[in-house]
């Protein structure tokens, strides 16, 4: 459900659904074997191709659903995964698919993204792209050019690692995880060109905030950095601070972008670049200690069609993020631009 | 103004204060040297010596600004500082003490966090604790036993740097940067004990969503890490995932704590480990590149009291920002836990 | 979509039927023909017949819509309707069903309310219960005793006021305006019973005005009123006041209810009485004086199958609103319950 | 506290002041003679005479507070007041001034909508008006002509009734229920001026339920209206439908106004009407039936300086309402009026 999108923009099914193949299962063999279509039907909010300005209601079924592929989960808490959480906040165990904590929640979040990003490309002019920069420790963070690197180049490859020979280096290492039944982590650059000087709010809803906790929100984040991010505690502030130098339009640019595009919580119009760090996917198919919902020691091995490594599929969840906390901050920032 | 806190929770200004001097300039010789006595003043929301359970407002007002000291700046912008964002949002350049963006804004939080300590401290039995763990690349993260940190420890050294020899040397490093006209960053820990399970919302608002929002939100902040953080990306599912095992009370626990203390965005029992980055100091002595409000090219070298790290000054920022998440979540909790 | 709603409460689509029944075009010869079954398919937030704690989605489809119907007024705007504010606020004319101001977006506050009314049922233990009291100038308020009505006594008539000779009246009314080409509105009234006292924040959520937004949101309305309401004002503070005196429980009660159980903007344990004026249907077959969207004067007579007195249908409209206000605030009110 | 002021409005205390001096104790034989001068003091949000975008702070010290005047009450419930409410509701007996529910608090409301003023009267070129209609069964509804009134006709009379005669009489039943120790109530009716066409949102914020629960969050309220409220329930459809016509600039006006300027929930660019209803103060010198907090019964005789008649004084509360409503909605449609 999307509230807020701006009346007579174009949008049809048509408009959300590579996004949403760009999140799907079963796309390549690095990723879960599932197969779901992931088709999307707008029930509302559309008018004749175009926005009405009223929330757009869209629906995304479930195909390829086993339940009992959870029943042997029924009563055992897997490890680092949320059920015994939520089976502690609301004393129920609704297993199938992982309930509301499994990751097949994100197609809302692509789906309404889609939506924000008709908005930020056709009308404010924003790109937001993100790519697989590091897993487990091949690390392409420093061979890739944050300002070159185009939507082809990710798709270039099932990784969604825009540089290669890394990208190569990542697919061996995933299908060894596999292999052993083990799992791999690793992290997403993601970036925003073109955002307005300007966006963000003072004190609590800061811009890096709102990126920071969209981030944050997705399944299996576990860390998430702006600009310098940690490295950056490791400058002195002399060899920090980007320097401003006037720009071609007048407006002053940075002759480099520690700030990562944003400075007080608000965009000053260079790119915004940010990291997200996702852990080793928690289902893993290796025996490991745990206990049922009775309190009792047991072992579990996962059965099941799992991603050894989320990164791939986790591109389009950091651009989602992203594209949804501009769009917000873009139209809030209409009630301030009054004059 | 603190809105939300329950009737008939014990609370003056006196157990405010503390937190409050924890925060403010000119406490030890490390920090700014402007001389704020900080005093809160109690306005709404306490009737003899208890919370009334309707909206607490509470003013400081600021003794020693001296609006003059900010006359050479009204027309250039401080690099990686929020003058040209500000100024670009609102078309305005409001600059007594850095206006909303300036880090005075933070005793607010301060003080809304003495509120909330008090309740989930009493009430609750939660206890929060921050500390310096690193400052630029005397990292004492690993010497730091977070189980076994204590506010004494912490307090012990003005660096709140709880191990004697990091706090010593990063004494030096402050003070050698002050006299070089330069400034450090660092990292802050924040563990968050006895923290029950449960709390945390699905999907947007998980529980580390909102500390990482929380967290970014301070100025200075770069990143965030929950548990394992950045590191936690170059482990395998297997080394990485939390194992569980039967606790003391037949509740399940973790044997380690990767998780950070969340799992799915809901807490789990196990103590709630966050770490936030903050950049070098962007107000410094020596001189910089920059441009002016009209667009040309100039320098600045700042003036004025500033601190040359605020890691020090850090830590009761970042145990505010837990504390308002938790106090928000346990009582949103209330709603859940209805039978 | 329903947020909010606490686990492990018994639900499932029987449950939630009964009341889109009660609302349901086609159910008797007073109300519109459209004949829509309204079948309601819980989509998510049940699992084996219990609240999971997370949103529960549902999903009802139009059956019997027909957008050809629509065609004729596809250049024209319907006095007193939402046709032209719709089209100056967004730049879209998107007629079928009268878009996002179609009444039948009413069927999502009944489903949702009905989620509600389980809540407030079976664990709060109240009853919230409305009827018609008047219709044009057939005024049955003052032969009805809002103390002992019963949902039987409601539902006797499908008139649904509870008072069978006013009630007779009403139907001739209802027929006549039809077969004239005309419509009627009039006033529901609406009890909560066994509210428990401290429900309703201070300031701007008060009880009283939550409900009156919640009220004079539903369509057609145009007043609401708590308690003793205009007429009220042409009373004195001696005559008005009610007075209090010892209650069976040892908490005070009052003796008259002029207040509808609501002091301050908060439930004192009384009765909750409100009513709601709806306008005469704005949707008549006579021949009325309009404009096109190009700005041209005409005339419109409208087609279709409409209600020529919304009042029976809007009794669960009214209920739903009060069901779902008194719901959050006794979920809010958890919040401060703490000791 | 007032947040989301667009940046560079002018502003300063005396743009506020004459606002809060229509509001004040004293101003007056007809209302409660405590002294208070109500001068605001702007804490922040302005910078050199305008306003930087950034919350406003506002703040207003009681004078002639006298906590002593209340010890009489400090056991005893006032009859048809929220003595008892918010006990029930918070288990504290707060009883200074009334606390948070006493009428004190609109204060801010005519402060922060002294602000919205400033926006809609200079920005949007919209007027807000109210005025006394009717005091008890005084009524002058029928003979002030709503589009002709101005703040002069108001503000000619202590009772702000701008119709002498009626005026006369309504001063001579203020001073004559003030000697007999009793109180009245009456109704405030409020216009809004060239609003334009588009405000409000579908659904649940339609601009009618907002100002309805703007109006009765306001204290001693017990009704709303809209255009033709319930008198409009007498009406059928054909006389009650607002017939279109072009209008001089080409969008259509409306030959009557039954609508209240509001249809489908969003404003139609005709004046916006709306009335609200004012029990008789609770608060009367007569002796009432009552009990005590430990739940004996008891009788009270109010002492203090208390308004025989709020009317005069509900004038600007009832415009501060309609302000910050207004305002609140003007700004949000800047998000939708983005082509």
């Known amino acids: 459900m999307v509230d807020g999108c701006p009346p007579r923009l174009a949008l049809d099914a048509a408009d959300i659904q590579p996004d949403l193949d760009r999140r799907r299962p079963g796309q390549s063999r690095l990723v879960t074997q599932r197969d779901e279509t992931d088709q999307v039907e707008i029930l509302s909010g559309v008018w004749e191709g175009q926005t009405t300005g009223t929330p757009i209601a869209m629906l995304v079924r479930n195909a390829d659903h086993n339940s009992g592929a959870y029943d042997h989960l029924s009563d055992v808490y897997r490890p680092s995964h949320a059920d015994y959480t939520y089976d502690a906040k609301y004393g129920i165990r609704a297993i199938a698919g992982g309930g ?18 008709q908005l930020l490309t056709k009308v404010a002019g924003i790109e937001v792209l993100a790519w697989v920069s590091a ?14 690197v185009t939507l082809d180049d990710v798709e270039a ?20 995880a596999r292999k052993a039944g083990d799992s791999l ?21 800061k811009l890096d905030a709102e990126l920071a906790k969209a981030i944050m929100s997705l399944p299996a984040t576990k860390g998430v950095e702006i600009g310098s991010g940690f490295a950056g505690t490791r400058l002195t502030g002399l060899a ?19 700030s990562g595009g944003i400075q007080g919580g608000i965009s000053n119009g260079a ?18 200690q745990t206990v049922t919902r009775d309190g ?12 050894p490594c989320v990164l791939p599929r ?25 004059w």
């Open 296 to 307: 009792d020691a047991t072992t579990l091995a996962a059965r099941g069609r799992h991603d």
């Open 314 to 338: 986790a591109v389009p969840l950091v651009e989602a993020a992203v594209l949804l906390t501009l769009a917000d901050h873009w139209l809030r920032q209409r009630a301030v631009d009054i």
């Open 240 to 258: 920090h601070n980007d320097a401003f130098v006037p720009g071609p339009d007048g407006a002053p640019i940075t002759t480099t972008n520690r």
């Open 185 to 205: 982590g690793g992290i997403v650059t993601c970036v925003a060109r073109h955002v307005p000087a300007g966006l963000g709010e003072p004190v609590f809803d």
């Open 135 to 148: 897993v487990r420790d091949i690390d392409a963070s420093a061979d890739i050019d944050p300002d070159a």
């Open 271 to 288: 790119t915004i670049v940010v990291r997200a760090a996702f852990k080793p996917t928690a289902t893993i198919a290796s025996e490991q």
């Open 157 to 176: 490859d099932p990784t969604r690692c825009p540089h290669p020979a890394h990208a190569a280096s990542i697919t061996s290492a995933i299908e060894a």
């Open 100 to 117: 509301r904590a499994s990751a097949r929640e994100t197609i809302g979040r692509v789906a309404a993204a889609a939506v924000a990003r």
